[in-house]
């Protein structure tokens, strides 16, 4: 109850101040909302090679992507905490041409912008393992008032980009929306992925960071957070036996959520390197051997470099009850999947990889996402551009 009063007091306030500023005149001008931003980074990017076209960027406060490279570029934060940047914000939602979301936001709901406004879902996943949006199994609790507000949000979508027909799928039965809302120019993002100068780059800088992957395999490990777990030891994996068994051969890089990683204490600072502070996920996979995941999104762009993969899912019974599954979890993920730490262990030292999978895998789920998504998009829905070619 006290939540759903909060929310509709923070729609309210948002909804007096949108619809003062739409009065004011529409301007050619795109607006960015960030909570993840990789997406959003490499679109606006490609956006800046065609032109002049203002840019605004809102980033909330989970956002940790740095935009401010570019002078050009407005950023504001998105958070009611900063009242000036955040009726800045309204300001430019109410008055922008193209509207850019990377998440679900509930603003959405009451933002009732012109007839010409695009809005655009760039999402934060290339695929989907757990379900979501309007089939995610936590919403049954919700209320009436609650399940008509989500509904409203999604309508708001004019596109949403997609990587693969199978992701498509997905998104009109999350967000209750028809195929002629999905655009399928790539998740721009995954242009990293065939950028060698990029790479280059990037996989020098984290040579200098951690000299220690020239020397050993790298298996990164990035669980999903779990709501109920506040510290490593609940994540189910025995670091003693890794580092006895693993040690000569393999480094442990962990991506752990800040919730964990707080309270963790490294105990084979040798062999185990917190990565979390690396925010470009992406960045990590390009020096990471093995995987080992879960029930995260991370997989799908992986596959891409066609390297092995762990599922090390410890709690896949009581999380496929909780949180749903699109399709049988072990027959969907591209590699072994185990329960505990000797498992683990044993696939890693027999080399019990699935790597005609992977590469199905990623021919599944990457399908329109061939090097050149930011360009595939930018040119989908600013006409102009490719007229200006």
């Known amino acids: 109850m006290v ?73 504001l934060q998105f958070e009611p905490s900063r009242p000036f940047d955040w009726l800045r914000s309204i300001y430019h939602l109410a008055t922008s041409s193209h509207i850019f979301v990377d998440n679900y936001f509930g603003f959405l709901a009451v933002a009732e912008f012109r007839e010409d406004v695009q809005c655009t879902q760039l999402w934060h996943a290339a695929g989907a393992i757990k379900q979501f949006g309007l089939r995610d199994p936590s919403i049954q609790n919700r209320s009436a008032r609650a399940l ?45 992925f065939f950028d060698d100068a990029a790479q280059q780059i990037v996989t020098s800088q984290l040579t200098e960071q951690y000299p220690v992957i020239q020397e ?20 189910a994996l025995d670091f003693e036996k890794l580092y006895k068994c693993l040690k000569d051969d393999y480094v442990l890089f962990l991506r752990l959520h800040p919730a964990v990683r707080d309270s963790w204490d490294n105990p084979y600072p040798d062999f185990i390197y917190d990565v979390s502070s690396i925010q470009d996920v992406n960045h990590l996979l390009i020096v990471t051997d093995i995987l080992v995941s879960d029930y995260s999104s991370i997989p799908f762009e992986f596959a891409l470099l066609e390297r092995p993969m762990i599922f090390f899912a410890y709690d896949l019974a009581e999380y496929s009850r909780t949180r749903g599954f699109w399709e049988d979890y072990e027959n969907m993920v591209p590699g072994p999947v185990v329960h505990t730490t000797d498992a683990l262990i044993h696939v890693l030292k027999n080399g019990e990889f699935h790597l005609n999978d992977v590469r199905q895998f990623a021919k599944t789920w990457n399908e329109y996402s061939t090097g050149n998504s930011s360009e595939n998009l930018v040119k989908a829905l600013y006409k102009r551009v490719e007229r200006s070619k």
Request: charged share 25%; hydrophobic share 40%; proline share 3%.
């Open 3 to 75: 939540r759903e009063i909060s929310i509709s007091l923070y729609l309210f306030v948002f909804s007096i101040f949108f619809h003062i500023f739409k009065l004011y005149p529409q301007k050619q001008k795109s607006t960015f909302v960030a909570s993840f931003g990789d997406n959003v980074l490499f679109t606006l990017k490609e956006l800046e090679k065609h032109g002049d076209e203002q840019v605004i960027i809102l980033k909330t406060a989970q956002c940790k992507v740095d935009f401010t490279d570019q002078p050009h570029r407005i950023v």
């Open 148 to 192: 008509k507000r989500f509904q409203q949000v999604y309508d708001r979508f004019t596109h949403v980009v997609v990587g693969s027909d199978k992701m498509a799928h997905i998104f009109q039965q999350s967000f209750g929306l028809d195929d002629q809302h999905m655009l399928r120019t790539g998740i721009p993002r995954t242009d990293f």
């Open 216 to 235: 050993k395999k790298v298996i990164l490990y990035a669980p999903t957070f779990r709501d109920q777990e506040l510290h490593v030891a609940k994540l």
